[in-house]
């Protein structure tokens, strides 16, 4: 580390790779039971492997959805308390236990498919995929929030963007190879090579880690950071602002459209539209929505930067999302054309929502903030695949579709109502790049120069806005009282 500095702009580069490799290998793992979704659910082989007829698992579809749910559940339960832990304690802290955490609950969901056969099976799965869910989005909060930190007022939405690419890549390698590796063999180890990537993003925490904190002590803002963690408090979610939670609305409906789909969406393709069982190329068109992202979301990071729009953009997509459904569900258009059309708007949701938080929160509420946003989130996308997997079971797919299609309309009703208040309250979302500094600008001046030469302001604007400021005149109002900052 002595050969680097984090004044220099290289160093927070350096920190978003080792960043970025946190989540490839748990993304990977994530979405390998949709991939192997024939082997879970099938009892009976009609497959010349003999491999791969010998570890069909016989789940049937509501337990096959409950790998899924459970998985979001947890992620609703724990990532509230991992978000105020991670902004009290630190990224470090954050880092070893989540990362640890998904290492484990991918490592006790191969053993569970080891257990074949017996009635402990699918229990260890499910608890191994409980931990892997505690892990995995409490680490995408840490991962978010020292994204947060090292690019906030530069390069935010590109990092946000960059670090869904590395992420989506790891999603992306599973549609390609999971199925062909299994074949080759067989479901067992090829679920321990889920683990074994989980173990490598363990070893990116490591280093993550040393960089984060090496890093913050070179710009001397180590005892402002502690400083920050003993203020917070849990009540202060009590003072976000209605922009923050519409934010959330909008990105859980949006999500609750997406990844439910994308659980299901192999079976999906392949029973509407007549692809043999075993056959890679519903795997391959699923996770074409991921394709989309991984090639876009850098891009559109760094345009977002520059040109602000994130409300107007959620809206758009949104808007655009609609028809997907529709097509999938009352028309036999190829599904490719529907996977394409969601990947493309999903990336542009991504890149332009979840940057939006740290605009709306303080720099010390971040992972809070993070934190509330993916519990709401995850109880969407819980509640979903039950009622999707139950709706299969009893009603056919058509439904599925036409439900996930509702989820779409409201994230649309969700995001003008956003755009409306974002108007109101400033534009904080949709100001550019030019736009947002000269404003804090403004802002700084006004606070550094209050009236009152007996208080004397030691932080940046940028520290508290726009938690509880909404205009230079509340800041000057806060800040004239030094009782008021207790």
């Not at 002595?2 to 350096?14: I, N, Q």
Request: charged share 15%.
């Amino acid at each position: 580390m002595a050969c680097m500095h984090a004044s220099k702009a290289y160093y927070r580069f350096v920190v978003l790779f080792f960043n970025c490799m946190l989540t490839f290998g748990t993304y990977f793992c994530f979405d390998m039971p949709s991939v192997l979704q024939d082997d879970f659910q099938k009892k009976n082989c009609t497959n010349n492997n003999s491999t791969a007829c010998k570890d069909n698992l016989g789940l049937s579809v509501p337990q096959y959805n409950l790998l899924y749910a459970i998985y979001a559940w947890t992620n609703a339960v724990v990532v509230i308390g991992a978000g105020f832990l991670i902004d009290k304690l630190g990224n470090r802290v954050g880092l070893f236990l989540f990362s640890g955490l998904c290492l484990l609950g991918s490592s006790l969901f191969a053993v569970g498919a080891m257990l074949k056969g017996t009635s402990a099976m699918f229990p260890v799965m499910l608890i191994g995929r409980l931990l892997f869910g505690s892990g995995n989005g409490s680490l995408t909060i840490v991962q978010n929030r020292i994204t947060a930190y090292w690019f906030r007022e530069k390069e935010l939405a590109f990092a946000f963007g960059v670090t869904l690419t590395f992420s989506r890549s790891g999603s992306v390698l599973n549609f390609f190879l999971t199925k062909t590796v299994e074949d080759r063999i067989g479901l067992s180890w090829t679920l321990w090579g889920g683990a074994f990537l989980c173990l490598l993003g363990f070893v990116a925490a490591i280093l993550t880690s040393v960089l984060d904190v090496v890093g913050v002590k070179q710009l001397g803002q180590e005892n402002r950071v502690k400083q920050e963690s003993k203020r917070l408090r849990f009540q202060d979610i009590l003072h976000f602002t209605l922009p923050y939670w519409l934010v959330t609305l909008t990105i859980m409906f949006f999500y609750n459209g997406v990844f439910p789909f994308i659980a299901d969406a192999s079976e999906f393709i392949k029973d509407k539209y007549g692809y043999d069982d075993g056959s890679p190329v519903p795997s391959y068109i699923a996770g074409s929505v991921y394709d989309v992202s991984l090639v876009l979301s850098p891009f559109l990071g760094l345009l977002i930067d520059i040109i602000g729009m994130r409300g107007f953009l959620a809206l758009f997509c949104s808007i655009l999302t609609i028809p997907v459904f529709g097509l999938l569900a009352f028309t036999t258009v190829h599904p490719l054309v529907s996977t394409l059309w969601l990947g493309f708007t999903y990336s542009f949701a991504a890149a332009s929502l979840w940057p939006s938080i740290p605009l709306v929160v303080s720099q010390a509420t971040v992972g809070t903030a993070m934190g509330i946003t993916t519990s709401v989130q995850m109880i969407g996308i819980g509640i979903c695949n039950l009622v999707i997997g139950e709706v299969v079971e009893h009603s056919g797919w058509k439904y599925a579709m036409i439900f996930l299609f509702f989820n779409t309309l409201c994230c649309a009703g969700t995001a003008v109502i956003l755009n409306i208040f974002d108007q109101r309250r400033g534009r904080v979302l949709n100001q550019s790049r030019r736009q947002r500094r000269q404003q804090m600008e403004s802002l700084e001046h006004s606070i550094q120069s209050p009236g009152d030469d007996s208080y004397e302001y030691q932080h940046t604007a940028s520290d508290y806005d726009p938690l509880i400021k909404g205009s230079v005149n509340a800041s000057r109002s806060l800040y004239s009282d030094p009782a008021k900052q207790e």
